[in-house]
């Protein structure tokens, strides 16, 4: 059984549909042709059948079907493609109606439901196969199916209903076939705790010729072709965009099979525990943070993940990323080579109200609040996505200086690649600046030992030891051509605001005073280091 695809067999349990169905047993007036009401409809999912495996899906809530009952060569009238929908509680009916056992009736269902099929219905037939059969052969599948949505309409099952005990049953038969292709590349599984999702990496510049597949979840891309439609001819090509690797194969459909390509090995399986320190690189690729230095300095190392609590990643980082994240990365250089941006300004002007767009604010005359207000601000990139929404003209001016060199370092880091999901580059507020201290240097960053506050909104940490040493062996092993290091007296723009007129900054000493959240001028000219999330 290849390791690179996920088999998933669900059989759903069997449910008691209270606005369908009577829970008990109920026997028709007629002793000699006795019916009986079914308590409930269970739907299984008998899956695509491989050479050497079978791949089934699962259905989730919202999912519909549709059924009809036949009796004498007729559809009921009653349940004439009535829609049943997957919900908490199990499969529901569209208005009052009863699934009678016995009587001659004989139940099909189709997944997934559709106000008007492709084809007609035979009631006349004496199987699934013959009562489907021309909506099955006119079934559409798109070239495009690259949308879950789309693929998802393009997976038409049939069933024949039986009894199992007092429940209807339904075993979904695929009607398509099921090319899966599996390109070159890494499938990570991480193995933290609290549980992070698998990431896939490509091989990369991968492309298909006049088909759109659905990539899943485990990398692999997987289309479906209709058995009805003449032999057909798919490929497509990976690798170096100057000198791609191509690939080609005839599709011999038949219904509910399955065919894995595994183009020149396929992908690699790799478990890991992300964590802090780990190099990640500009394909998308992850080095663990013990990594052979040889290999470290060998490779195109864009940023360092420093963090992976979800807890400490913002929701808009979150629903960016479509509930597929797994960490933040902050880069191994400055904006520029520590060039110089300031917050906002235009000529003479440097006060906006930037919490009218989103931001919150961090300012308090108390120190203590002002910290504890400036380390829940973890929303860098809700922040730089609404200057450039909200504030678009002034971003594109350049106004906003800081933010828009943050979104532009992707073509001087040389990544990440388009290929793979991240949110872009971005610039971190005070929280997530606090984070990449405390887990790349091993600080604490608190209230307690060390904590001194200043007027004006800002504060500080002394005797914290050699931050910036720390931090620059966080990175120690990456090439010289790929990383800035931390400077004393280094002093980095956050995407939180104080006043109208001010907004945060990080600054960096050897000794003393090490750490400093300092509210300034927007107009200041001060270092941006950007982060990311994949």
Not at 125 to 147: K, L, R
Not at 187 to 198: L, R
Not at 356 to 384: C, K, Q, R, V
Request: charged content about 20%; glycine content about 12%; aromatic content about 14%.
């Amino acid at each position: 059984m290849d390791s690179c695809i996920m088999i998933k067999k669900i059989l759903l349990g069997t449910v008691c549909l209270a606005a369908a169905f009577s829970c008990s047993k109920e026997t028709g007036e007629n002793p000699a042709n006795p019916t009986e009401k079914y308590s409930g409809i269970s739907v299984e999912d008998n899956g695509f059948s491989f050479p050497d495996t079978t791949i089934a899906t699962s259905f989730v809530a919202g999912d519909e079907i549709g059924v009809f009952a036949v009796k004498d060569g007729a559809v009921l009238d009653s349940i004439d493609n009535l829609r049943l929908t997957l919900g908490d509680s199990g499969w529901i009916a569209d208005g009052d109606v009863s699934f009678v056992e016995g009587d001659g009736i004989v139940y099909y269902a189709y997944f997934p439901f559709s106000e008007s099929l492709s084809g007609n219905i035979d009631p006349s037939a004496s199987d699934e196969n013959g009562f489907f059969a021309e909506v099955a052969a006119n079934w559409d599948t798109p070239m495009d199916q690259g949308d879950s949505l789309i693929f998802g309409g393009a997976d038409l099952m049939t069933a024949q209903g039986h009894s199992e005990g007092d429940v209807l049953h339904f075993g979904m038969n695929h009607r398509m076939y099921l090319v899966v292709v599996d390109l070159p590349g890494t499938k990570y599984t991480f193995t933290n705790e609290p549980a992070i999702p698998d990431y896939f990496v490509g091989g990369g510049n991968a492309g298909f010729d006049g088909f759109t597949p659905f990539q899943w979840e485990d990398g692999t891309y997987r289309f479906l072709v209709n058995p009805a439609l003449p032999q057909m001819t798919i490929g497509g090509y990976y690798g170096s965009e100057n000198n791609p690797n191509t690939w080609e194969m005839d599709v011999d459909a038949k219904a509910g099979e399955g065919y894995l390509l595994k183009i020149d090995g396929g992908g690699r399986v790799i478990e890991h525990e992300l964590m802090a320190g780990d190099f990640f690189l500009a394909d998308g690729n992850i080095l663990p943070k013990d990594s052979d230095e040889a290999i470290v300095g060998a490779s195109d190392v864009i940023g360092i993940v420093f963090q992976t609590d979800p807890e400490r990643i913002g929701d808009a980082e979150k629903n960016a990323l479509g509930g597929k994240l797994h960490a933040l990365v902050v880069a191994t250089k400055t904006v520029q080579q520590n060039n110089y941006f300031a917050w906002y300004s235009n000529g003479d002007i440097y006060e906006r109200d930037e919490t009218e767009i989103g931001f919150m604010n961090s300012y308090s005359d108390d120190p203590y609040e002002a910290f504890s207000l400036s380390d829940m601000d973890i929303n860098g990139f809700l922040n730089t996505s609404a200057i450039r929404q909200y504030r678009t003209e002034d971003y594109e001016s350049g106004y906003y200086g800081a933010f828009k060199a943050a979104v532009d370092f992707e073509s001087e880091a040389g990544g990440p690649s388009p290929e793979i999901a991240t949110t872009g580059w971005y610039l971190p507020t005070a929280g997530q600046f606090f984070d990449i201290i405390r887990n790349l240097a091993g600080v604490t960053l608190d209230d307690g030992d060390g904590f001194v506050g200043y007027s004006l909104a800002s504060f500080a940490w002394e005797n914290k030891g050699d931050v910036i040493l720390s931090l620059n062996e966080a990175m120690g092993a990456v090439s010289e051509d790929d990383k800035v290091e931390f400077k004393s007296s280094g002093y980095y723009w956050t995407a939180s605001s104080t006043l109208d007129g001010e907004a945060r900054y990080i600054g960096l000493v050897y000794s003393g005073t090490n750490v400093t959240c300092v509210s300034t001028y927007k107009y200041d000219i001060l270092f941006v280091r950007p982060v990311l999330a994949f």
